[in-house]
Every structure is written in structure tokens, then in C-alpha cells.
């Protein structure tokens, strides 16, 4: 920070100019007048009286913020503290109000006592500071460029090409190594974005001599019956049997994102079903994909009297009687469908998705 | 004067500073530096002490936060999530806000900090552009404020995202779709970002790192930038009495402007404190732990995503699939594009302005809004632009209050969108224009004096007096454009930088950034008498 700012008022010397601007108005008298539009109360003279009342008013403001602060300090430790600490939201709620105004009183009072002194007391007159020019001279800037060319002369660099073309190969690979050293951020994205556990799971059924796997209920992890699922109109989350108790603990909630899935059940009437997932329903009992195939947010919304499914986030608005195709909103595609079956009254999944859930990408197809 | 003495409190240090690096010439030059006064220069102020106050809460808050998505069964003081499985990170900050004293108010100081932080931001983005002072020679501040609130909403972004909570977690699912739907590198990115799939155990100790040291760190460096800048340059003055090219008037640093601008950030972190005492936000422990099935209707993220998330709702679901690849125009377009044509067009805009008035000159005093119509009017154009965007972001709530159809508003956005901009910059242009035929007005014809006066012949006329000095110099402050060149002189050679198409285009914009200007200028010679005598005085019709 090498700007020169000489302060100019009440100097009566010549004052430094740059070349080629034109001159400051010096005569136009740029210094304090009169008219000039200075906060009220600013200037050289103070009237005591009044500078006296506004000395209180100060004060008094600054005594309001000491004690505040002294009041948050004994808060604090007093009453905030009391029987062993915070506990739950009602205490949490009032120390937040006690602290926080008490905060808010000290730092406020202590504010306005201190605009207060600058307007009523502070003496400064207002002054006038020459601006510079920020480029150098041309003579500063040729000597600069004689000096670059000389040092770079002097290093040989312009001289020995092969020292300067080997250098630049050298460097070259050190710019890529950090992209390299993130290489195992993450796995590559392989075909693990074209399943679900739902798959895993019903391979394992199938591996019992099952038909599939049994839908069990968000929360709950009950296996669900037909029977239970009877009422026309309502709608809950599913998960795949097993998910909870077979994988890692870690894995779970990665798995559940992607396998979580709604089930409506559609008065019979109302259900078109699609071309070739004719048997994919059980009596108008449908399973859709709940990521919402736009960004991933739960498609989690269901509105019984039009059988739309509602994504919250950009109100992409799906139709469940018709393959969950978009009927409205930002959203390309329908919510992908799992192919439903009856086994010993308890409803089961035939098989994953046979598409990826979940918003596009690249490789989709 | 030389004979006085300071304390010896402040001289001994002061002594101790300069023999070891001759700080006093700094101080000597600086302590009196001139700040120029207005209120809209306090705006980027705001902005620099929240920042301040977002560190130091920042850092309290870090003292409890485990940035850890590893399992555990709450058990602490809210009874109502009691032995409810969470991830550490969720856990700890309902330990924040419920078991650490102090420990809510922090969180809710933050989070209102970064608003305040982010609105500001833009508010003193929007002075500095509408009055022309990113204009040489401060593009670069102009560019580095871009930058910073750029990372902002990164750094807001990635901050909410923390607590782990159902809102978050949302937010961060967006933030997968979003990176998923990048071509050819997309799916790569969303695996290297998240350490596998969504959501992972990765991404929270990531976005912690990034979000308390990378962003924070890059951002006081911008800060430090800025402001040191900004002192090299000298601050810009508004166009009024005294101020000028050559010269800035105002207060000293030492005492008033530093005791001013003392005031300044405790009036910032008294006004936070109170939000963050009486304004509750974002109450995680309403949201409860993040569950990939679940979501809370009506969430809405931060106001300064509020743009994207407008972006996303009202773009058409357009998506190709060839040769065996995706391409989601549905969200690719709204993610990259609205903000790319606002940030880029203001990053572009100080240079584009220059090219095409070919003004290369330094300028220090601000230009009045009205004095450059085609600037303001594109400002106005993008600031609606964004606005309806960002309005956009909230059709539900809108179509929910005023009892239409979620169809109509999107298809009310969906044409606002692109005939918002345009309305908004034909108004504007006229308002400046009109403002400009007011000034020239008063300059030629004086004001009106609320004088009525009778004529021999029996006419009422009401007398004009000149402007008083102040106006008169606020008003003449105005750059009358000079008619450019003409494209070729009278032996048919063109004039440099009039050649080729894109000198073809130069003149044009030219042109079309100078055509209707309306000259303010003083009448040279008898204007003043008349204005005396009333002779140019409307006539007052009965
Ligand atoms: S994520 Fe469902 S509409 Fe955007």
C-alpha cells in the first residue's frame, strides 16, 4: 500500500499535482464552508452546552452496554446454568432469548453511543485529498522493462532454448499429479447406479426357493400382506425384505435411497396398465420408484382423488394410474416401476427395476 | 504541534512497530486518508463484518460439530428424537443447541450472518454497478466481489448441508442430481464427490472440510484483496459538490471514519444478535434426521439458492437420449445457464461497456444511474431476470396463497422469463431518458420557484430561479456524449476500429448506447437573465 495521501487542509503550500491533470481549483475554496453538507453538530466549534448533554447520552449508552454485558456474563453462568446445564427446548429457547438480547442490547447500545460521539462530538472538519495517478511514469516503467530484459539475459534463459523447453516438460506433469492424487475420492461409477437392492434381495428369495422378496414397510420393517394393504387410494414407502438386517451398517441408508419405493393401491377402474407389465400389479396394488427421476428428491406426495404422485421439490406431478408417466413439471421421465406378486398372501417383488431409478446421467441410455 | 507528546501507552508500542519496520511513515501517510461519505457505501461494509461475525461464530460452532455421518442413538437432552438413530453430525448439533450454552444463539447468529452476508453482497454489487464504479480502474475489485459471492453460495450451500438434518440431506440429493446430469463426466463427478453413492459416509467430513478451511480461507483472501485495493484506489465519491476527478473530499480515517465504521460493525452484530435472539432459523430438530424416503413439504433452501431452484422448477422436462446416452436438458440448462448469463455477463460487462464507448479514461467520481440509460437499464434487466427466477423458486407457496394453479404460475413464469427482462429494460431506459429531459430542463429553464406572477398584459406565469449550487453541480455531472466519428471520412477510409464485422458492431452498440442522449448543459449567454425576469416561465392555464 504505497499511496501517498498528503492531507491538504489548513496547508497553505503549494500542493503536489500529477502531470497532466488539470489543476485543482485551488481558489474555489474545496475546503470547509459554510454550506458544505457535514453531518449536523460536526465542525470546529462545539456549543458546550449542547456537547455536554450529548457527553451524557454517550455515557449513559456506554453504562447500558457495560451492564448488559455484565447481565449475559451473570446469566451465562447463573442462571443458564442452573441444575447441571441446559436441558431440552424450553431452556435452550429462553437462555437463547436472555443471551442473545442481552448480546444484542450490549453490542446496539454500544453503537449508537459511539455514532452519537461522531456526530455530536468529534471535531474533524472535513478535508481534501489530491487522487494519484496509479500507473508509473514512463520512465519508472522503461526502467523496469531494461532490468526484466537484462535479468532474463543475465539468466540465459532466452539464450539456451533446451534449458527452457525442459524445464516447461518438466513442469508439465507436476501440474496434472494433484488430479491424480484424487483419484480415490470415489469408486468409478461402473453399473452401480443400474441396480437396487431390491435385485440383491430377490436373488436371495430365489436362492430359497421363493418367488421373490416381500415388501416390508418404511419404519416399521413388517413384511406386508395383500390383505393389509386393502384400501383403495392409500399409499406407503416400501423397502426390499432384509435390507435393514443383512447389510453393513454403513451401507444402509446408501442402499435405502436408492431402493425406496411407494406402494398405491388403484381402484381397479381406474388402472391402465402398461404395455407388457400386465401381471406387474396385483389387483391395482402398483410399486413406483420414489426417487423422483428429475433431481432424486422423494416423489413423496399422493393425492387420493386424482391418483397423482407430487415431487414437493419442483412439483413434478406423476400419474399413478398410467405408469407414473409426467404429466406436469420439470421431470423427463416416469418413475420407474417394480414388478409386484402375490406369494403366501405376503405382496413380493419378481425382480429390480429393469431401469435405473433415480435422476438421468450420461450413461443412462 | 511538533512538541506534543503522545501517551506513553500508545507511543511505546508505536516506537516498538516503527524501529523495527518503519511504520510510522504507513500510519503518518494513512491515518488521515479522506472516505468520501454516503450511505450506499456502507453496503460492502456489512458484507465485510459479517464475514467476520460468520468466522468467529463459525469457530464456536466447531469446537462441538463431529463432521461424522457414522451412526449413533441420540440421547440427549431433546426428548423428542430421544433413541432415535442419527448420524454424529445430526447428533452434535442438537448437542450444540440444546446442552451448549450459548450453543443456539451461535447457530442462529451464523445462519442469519450468511444471509446477511450474501444480501449485502448483492446490494453493494448493485450500487457499485448501477452508479458505474466498477469502471476502470476498478474492474478487478468488480471481478473478486463476483468471485466472492460465487463462493458464497457454495460456501451456504455446503454449510447448510452439515447438520445432517431431512432439509440438508434434500438439499444435498439436489446438489447429486444436479452433478449426475453433467455429460460424459457426470456420474464420475457425483462418485468422487460423494466417496461412492448418495448419500454415503463421505460427504459430511468433506464438506466440512471445505466449508470451515478451503472457501473460508480463499474468501479472506478475496476480502484482503478487495480491500487493499480499494485503499491503493481511493474510494469513489457520488457526483456532488467538491468531489472530482482529481480530488476526494470527505472525512479522515482517524478519528471519524474508524469510529464510524466501529459503529458500523457493532450495528451489525447487535442487529444479528437480535435475529439471532428472536428470529428462529432453521430448526434441524423440527426436521428431524435425514431419511432418504422422507421430506417436509414447503421446505425452501436459502434465499440466495433461491435463483436455482426457480431455474429447475420452471424449465421444461426436456431430455435426449441417442446413441446410448442421456442428456437432461431438464436440469442441466437451469443449473448452468441463469446464473452463467448473470455472473459472466457481470464479469464481462466493465469490459464490453469500455469497448464499446471507448472510454479508457480513469474514472473516480460515480455516474448518476439516469446519465448512462443503456447501463441501468440492463441492470434493471438482469436484476428482474433474476428476480423472477428467484420468485419462481416459490410457485408453490405463491400458487398455494393466491389460489391458482401450480400450471398457471409456472406458465406465467415460463413467459416472464423472457419477456420480464425486456419489458424492464425498454421502462427503464425511458424513465433515464425522461430524467435526463428533467435535468436538462432544470439546467436550461431553472426550477420552478412556486413564484406566480401576473404579466402588464394580465398573464399568470410562474418564475423559474436557477438551481441551487449543490443541484446545479449534481445536475452537470453528467458526460454529454460526443457524436463518435463517422464510420468513414470524406475520402471513404474507415476509421480505426470501425473495420471488419466486429467493428461494424462496435459502432453499432456505440451508436445505440449514445443516440438518445439528452444533453444537460448551461446556456452560454442570456438564459441566466431570463430565467431572472421569468420571461421562459410556463404559463399557468386557468
Ligand atoms: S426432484 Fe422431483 S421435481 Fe425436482
New interface residues.
Partial sequence: ???????TAGRPGPRER?IG??S??REKA?LAED???A?AG?GDQLDEASAKRAERIVATLFLVAFAASVAFIAY?IGW??RDG?????S???E???W???L??????A???G??I??RRL?T?K??????HE?AADEETRAAFTEDFLEGADDSGITKRPLLRRTLLLAAAPLGLAPLVL?RD?????EK??RHTYWGEAVKKAQAEGKKGARLVV?GTNKPLRVSDFSSPGSMI?V?PEGIEEELP??QV??Q???A?TILINIPADQFKPAKGRENWHVNGIVAYS??CT?????A??YEQTTHHILC?????TFDATDAAK?I??????SLPQLPLSVEDGYLIATSDYHEPV???????? | MSEATAPKAVEAPLTFLDDRLGSTT?FK??M???FP?HWSFMLGEIALYSFIILLLTGTFLTLWFQPSM??TVYNG???KLQGVKMSEAYASTLHI?????????MR??HHWAAILFMASILAHMLRVFFTGAYRK?RELNWLIGIGMFTLGMLEGLFGYSLPDDLLSG?GL??T???A?????????I?????????????IVPRLYMLHILLIPGLLLGMVTAHM?IM????HTAMPV??Q?????????FY??FM??T???F??T???L??L???AQINPI?LFGP?D????S???QPDWYMGVL?GA????????V?AW?????F??LI?ALVPLGIVFGGAAAWPFVEQWVTGDKR?H?VNERPRNAPVRTATGIAAVTFYGLLWVAGA??VIADKFHVS??AT?WFFRVAFFLGPIVAFIVTKRICLGLQRKDADVIGHGVEAGVIMMSPDGKFSERHEAPR??ERHVLLSKENTRPEAPARDAKGIPAPGTKGPIGHLRSRLNRAWTFDDIPVEEHPHGEQAEIEGGATSHEVRH
Avoid at chain 2, 443447541?97 to 444463539?105: A, E, H
Fill in positions: 500500500m504505497s499511496d501517498d495521501n498528503k492531507d500529477v491533470t488539470p485543482p481549483a474545496l454550506d458544505i453538507s453531518p460536526v451465562f443458564s446454568g446445564g441446559m436441558h431440552g427446548v431452556r435452550a429457547r437462555s437463547n432469548l443471551l442473545g438480547g448480546m444484542a442490547l450490549s453490542f446496539l454500544l453503537a449508537f459511539v455514532t460521539w461522531v468529534m474533524s472535513p478535508i481534501v485529498q489530491e487522487r496509479l484424487l475420492l470415489g469408486p468409478l461409477p452401480r447406479l418404511d414407502t423397502l451398517e454403513d441408508l446408501t435405502n435411497a436408492k425406496v420414489k426417487v428429475h433431481v432424486g428428491c422423494p413423496a406426495l414437493p421439490c419442483h412439483q413434478s409426467v406436469f413439471g420439470p421431470a423427463a421421465r433415480g435422476p438421468s446421467f450420461w450413461e443412462r441410455g | 504507513f501517510r494513512n488521515k486518508k479522506v461519505d457414522t451412526e437432552s431433546y426428548t443447541t440444546f446442552d451448549v450454552r450459548g450453543g443456539l444463539l442462529q447468529i480502474p434434500t440429493r439436489i447429486q442430481g444436479v449426475e446430469s453433467i455429460p460424459v463426466v457426470g456420474t464420475y457425483y462418485m468422487f464427490l460423494f466417496g461412492g453413492e448418495f448419500p454415503g459416509q463421505d487493499m485503499w491503493v484506489q481511493k459538490k467538491n472530482s476527478e482529481q480530488q476526494v473530499y470527505g472525512y479522515p478519528p471519524v469510529a464510524k466501529g459503529a458500523y457493532l450495528f452484530f447487535g442487529v444478535a437480535l439471532g435472539a428472536f430438530w435425514y432418504p424416503g422422507a421430506i413439504s414447503g421446505s431452484e429447475l422448477r420452471i424449465m421444461p422436462n426436456w431430455e437420449s446410448g446416452h442421456t442428456v437432461s431438464n436440469v437451469p480513469h473516480h410457485n408453490d401450480l400450471f409456472t449550487e449543490e
